[in-house]
């Protein structure tokens, strides 16, 4: 049997890559010498493409591909794929959501309490030897006790974070663009009235033109000097030059971000603040749960050509009768 054609923009991981190669052709588009040659010569043929992160699938991709059926991408936000354009041209977009949901919360919470705590900063005094030298760590300015948390995009992730943060017994808020009938948290229309309410602001809200710079020198004022900013949702929601500067003028007391605007770049001045915790995009960076990602990932592709319905699309390009 003949096998569908499948482009993959970029390397994704082995378990992925074994099981699509062995369902269909993969077009490898990264390993072509000349990209624009190798779709010109591909491009009726491709009905799948197979998209990890920071690879962009544009509306002038998508276009030159008639046979395109299904962009699946590995990860729950997609904001580097134009999904609006897919839907509008009948194409399916699908994610990974729910099977990372409890992992990056986990890792979140690590996060929050490492940023509170400290514990990063803590952890190289040892190292360095001096604790023996010079006595104990100095007592942290920022507890949990005491405080209020907002969360921006009280999501699927936003939800798991809030229940942990139920049995640390910290209240939660949150902000979002409308209010949840079924939560028990206070809603906030307004992220800076949300922002000066708090002592600790943290998003996990998706990436793309709408939430772009959306944590700005505005909201990070309104947080106040002894408020931390946690970001686990995407780098581009916080406008990373105020917040340099805000953290540099004691505008807000720290930051805790496992995601950046230009990954991996991460900016000399952020990596100089010796009190801000600085991870590499590990929300979800376990074995256990990329595995499930990846598999949804196949299983998307592979439920679509078998039923002509994707398991898990996106909103942008919901499921047809
Ligand atoms: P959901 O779609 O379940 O939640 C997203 C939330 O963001 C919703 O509550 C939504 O609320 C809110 N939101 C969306 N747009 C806006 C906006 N313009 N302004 C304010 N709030 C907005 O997604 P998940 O919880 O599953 O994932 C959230 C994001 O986390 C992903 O998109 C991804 O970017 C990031 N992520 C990061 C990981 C990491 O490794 N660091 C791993 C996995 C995900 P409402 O509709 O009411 O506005």
Redesign the pocket.
Known sequence: MTKRHLLMTGPMMRMVMEQLDAAYTVHRLWEAEDADAMIGEISDKIEAIAVGPHTPVDGPLMSRLPNLKIVSNF?????TVDAKWAGAHGIYVTNT??V??E??AD??LGLLLMTVRQLSESERYLRAGRWETEGPFPLTKASLRDRRIGI?????????IARRLDAFRVPVV???????ADVPYGYYAN?VDMARDVDILLS?????T??NH?INAEVLDALGPDGILIN???GSVVDEKALVEALKSGTILSAGL??FEDEPHVPADLIEMEHVVLLP?????SVHTRNQMGQLCVDNLKSYFETGKPLTPV?ETPLRD
């Open positions: 990860g729950v936000g997609y904001d959501p729910d990372l949901t992992e990056v890792t979140t921006v995009g009280l999501g699927r992730i936003g939800k798991a949150y902000h979002g663009r409308s209010e949840q992220l996990v809200a998706p990436g793309g709408a939430t959306m686990v949702g995407r496992d995601v995009h590990v929300g979800s960076a909103v």
